[in-house]
């Protein structure tokens, strides 16, 4: 099998921002390109087995060249649900039901680019922060478990972790330095009753303002690089039990380190680690006021067999909140704690087939009380258009 191919075809699929493409239109100013995937596996767990839709989409990008090295570009990208319902993997849940549109955003952004002056976008787009801990992101169901990206709305998009909203980005590269600087100019109100039924740390909405966000990576060898970054944003909480509004800030912060590429034959590893205050929810829904997570990936390729391993660590102890009708909670032992084992066969560019497991260790202790986490398993097809 062409090796080439295959190498192209492993980038395509195992790097998540990026996006598979296939030429429609091209002159000597414009380009158009079509790309996505459907993807489908047979998921089992809970004691239920069904066939479920993960994460299909299809993406446009455009490029026009302007005069005296100035590029115009543009991505637009949605997620595709064929069925009435559909899944999403996240770490409020092992997933949990969605609407039954057919078609939603996933990203929307236009940016202009002009020689060693780097490129300035705006729209829906990838993050500062997923430059940091987008390297273990790279399992086919779950993933970004305990990096912070898509915290809050399963997308990390209102505080601008994961798929950024409204957000002004720069980015630049200098030598073996890239670097990302961001913010979103929004106002967004998030009704957290809708997580659980329960009003989170007394908590039953929060006010969004703008956020801010960097982050800078070093390519120290042509295979060993090493990023660090943070994102923050101010929000308004409001008491629904006292009326009262409640100041504070969602913050995270964290560095990684990656060797290898994805793209290529042999060894990857990716790590990070990362300090957050009110950034995660925990399995019921419930703002966490201090976490560590971490997260590790070991992945090997070898004669069309890709073959890997990720690790989730989220971790916050003693902690309270106002429960179902006003009654105290005291959380003395939260541990978020997964291997995600998998092994994908890659036949071409086109087509990829897996199966991925979910070995969960976590443990939940609450007013005395120990709850578990939910192993899983899922078998799936992806063909790229």
Known sequence: MNKTLIATSIAILMASPSLSATEIYKDAKNQLTLGGYGDFSVLNTNGTTEVVNNASRINFQFSHRLDNGLKAFSTM???????????VYNRESLFSSQN?????????????SYNEYG????????????????????AFVWGGAAGGEYSLDGSGGIDGVGRADKAVQYRNTIGNLSFTLQ???????????????????????????????????????????FSVGGNRGAFKGFDSTTNEKIDTSDEIYGASVSWGTLSGDGLYLSANYNKN???????NGRLIPDADGI????????????????????????????GDGGVGQNVTEYHEQ??????????????????????????YVTNGVKSDGDSAVAVGIRYYL
């Open 77 to 87: 990208e949605w997620g595709i649900n064929p069925f009435d319902s559909s899944l």
């Open 119 to 138: 490129s300035l976008t705006f729209g829906k787009q990838w993050s500062a922060w997923y430059d940091v801990v987008g390297g273990t992101d790279n």
């Open 295 to 322: 997260e590790a990936m070991v992945s090997y390729y070898a004669d069309n067999i890709r073959s890997y391993i990720v690790y989730n660590s989220l971790s916050a102890d003693n902690y309270s909140y106002t």
């Open 183 to 225: 913010t979103q100019l929004q106002d967004n109100t998030i009704d957290l009753t809708g997580f659980d039924n329960v009003d989170p740390n007394g908590v039953s909405s929060l006010t969004y303002g703008n956020t801010y966000g960097a982050s800078a990576t070093y390519d120290a060898t042509d295979k060993l690089s």
């Open 100 to 112: 039954s549109d057919l078609l939603k955003s996933r990203l929307a952004f236009i940016g202009v």
């Open 277 to 283: 205050k009110f950034h995660e929810t925990d399995n």
């Open 338 to 363: 997964s291997l995600v084992p998998g092994i994908a066969y890659i036949w071409d560019s086109t087509l990829t087939t897996y199966i991925e497991g979910k070995i969960d260790m976590s443990d």
